[in-house]
Structure formats: structure tokens, C-alpha cells
């Protein structure tokens, strides 16, 4: 809305659990062979051209194809041999090309690079696109999970943003699933840190959807924090408005 980056930046809202998406790019069924025929592989499978990875997270090439007999596979990246077995962190998937990659404790930079697979059987070689593929620059926002929070009517509350670290540091605020913002009063206000302080809930104040979100000044993006979910229990009849 006043946001105009923000659908487009979307993708990098760690809680939406879409991002670093791996889009697969999936391909044609062929025609249908009848199965004892030779054929050449194809690649049925691959991961999208551009791939940016999360550095927290295994790093995930997929390379996938058919073929009779059942293809094997290499890699190559930037443009010479990637000797896989040689890495002890690399593991290819078995029965197909698709790499998994444990980056922790390790240089995730040093995984950078262009990368295409090579499918290979006695009737032909079947190649990928080219895969490029690089870390996240972005600041992340840490990956907690947040637990849902029941609370009676009438306590104080504190909802934590916690957002990433950026310089300069991003502008923060509190909306819901839809964009709205969140209402700001004496009764319920945003700190500094950009944490969102209730002096005392009321039932009204139950919903699903707290979401806090970072602007990032610099970048232009917006990344969003998992939803926190309120209830808000009412003490007079005993049980609140309950959830969803
Ligand atoms: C591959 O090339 C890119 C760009 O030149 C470079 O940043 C990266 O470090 C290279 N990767 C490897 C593994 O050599
Ligand atoms: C609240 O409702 C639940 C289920 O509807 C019930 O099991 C529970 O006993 C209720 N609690 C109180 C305090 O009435």
C-alpha cells in the first residue's frame, strides 16, 4: 500500500517460510517410450538459474533426469570439473544429480559460483541450465518460531520484534496479515527496539496476526516476522474469545 517495495520484497520474509525459495523449474514429460527402449537422458528437474541461498541453511542444487539406462551425473563449476566426492561437506543425492550442501562451520561464500549438472548415459548427455548461485546479503531476521501467547484480560503484555541488525537501522512497525497497521494509543505503543508494549489487554486486543516488520532504508526491503498470535482470556465468564 504505502509500501510499494513491499509485495516485491516479500520473498524474503523469513516467516512466510517462502523464502530462498527454490523454484523448480519442471519439465516436459516426454513422450512415452515403451520401457526397454535406450534412451538418451533429460533432465526432468533443476533448480531456478538464479539461486540465492540463506547461509543458516543447507544449500540445495537440484538436478534431477531420466533416461535408459539411468543416467549418472557431474557437475561443473565455473566452467570446470567439481570433483563432489572430493568435498566431504557435498553429498549427491542418490539416483540423481541434486546436491545438498552443509555449509555450517564452513565459508558459505566459498560455495558461490555458476554451476549446471551433466546427465550421462550410453545414448546421449543431457545438460542443465546454468546455476548461479549466491549467499543472501540481506539482513536476516532470526529464525525463532514464535509460541502462541494466552494472557488474562487486563495484564501487561510485550510483544518483541527483535528485528536483524542494519545500518542505518530499519524502521519498524506493526501490522496485520492485511497491511493494516496496528493501532497505536496509550494503552498500547512501540518502543525504541520496536518491541509493542500493552499496558493492560483487553479482549478485543486477540488476533493471529502481530506482525512486525523491518524496513531496511538502504535496501529498499521489507522483511516480516512470524506472526505472533495473542488470546486474550477473559476472566469474568472464565474462558476468552478462544482462538480462530
Ligand atoms: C566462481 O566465480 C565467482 C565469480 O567470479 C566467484 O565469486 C566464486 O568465488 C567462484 N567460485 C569458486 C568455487 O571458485
Ligand atoms: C474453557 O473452555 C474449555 C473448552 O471449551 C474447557 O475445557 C475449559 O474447562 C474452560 N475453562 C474455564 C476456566 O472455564
Request: proline share 9%; with cysteine.
Amino acid at each position: 500500500m504505502r509500501h510499494p517495495s513491499l509485495d516485491r520484497n516479500r520473498k524474503w520474509a523469513p516467516g512466510s517460510g517462502a523464502m530462498m525459495l527454490i523454484l523448480m523449474s519442471c519439465v516436459t514429460s516426454a513422450l512415452e517410450v515403451p520401457l526397454d527402449l535406450p534412451q538418451p537422458p533429460t533432465i526432468t528437474l533443476q533448480s531456478p538459474k538464479d539461486y540465492i541461498f540463506d547461509p543458516r541453511e543447507n544449500i540445495v542444487i537440484h538436478c534431477e533426469a531420466k533416461g535408459k539406462p539411468n543416467p549418472s551425473f557431474s557437475w561443473t563449476r565455473n566452467g570446470t570439473h567439481f570433483d563432489v566426492e572430493k568435498d566431504s561437506k557435498v553429498l549427491m543425492r542418490p539416483g540423481s544429480g541434486t546436491l545438498v550442501i552443509d555449509i555450517s562451520g564452513e565459508r558459505a561464500d566459498a560455495y558461490e559460483g555458476t554451476y549446471q549438472c551433466t546427465a550421462h548415459n550410453d545414448h546421449g548427455t543431457a545438460v542443465s541450465n546454468n546455476i548461479i548461485i549466491r549467499q543472501s546479503r540481506s539482513p536476516l531476521w532470526s529464525k525463532e518460531r514464535n509460541e502462541a501467547i494466552t494472557v488474562q484480560m487486563g495484564v501487561s503484555l510485550v510483544l518483541q520484534c527483535r528485528p536483524p541488525a542494519g545500518l542505518p537501522p530499519p524502521v519498524i512497525f506493526w501490522m496485520d496479515n492485511n497491511f493494516q497497521r496496528l493501532p497505536l494509543d496509550q494503552r498500547v505503543s512501540q518502543a525504541l527496539n520496536g518491541d509493542l508494549y500493552f499496558s493492560n489487554v483487553l479482549p478485543e486486543d486477540t488476533r493471529s496476526d502481530y506482525i512486525c516488520y523491518a524496513r531496511f532504508p538502504h535496501t529498499q526491503t521489507i522483511q516480516q516476522k512470524q506472526p505472533i498470535s495473542v488470546t486474550v482470556l477473559n476472566s469474568k465468564s472464565g474462558n476468552g474469545t478462544g482462538i480462530g
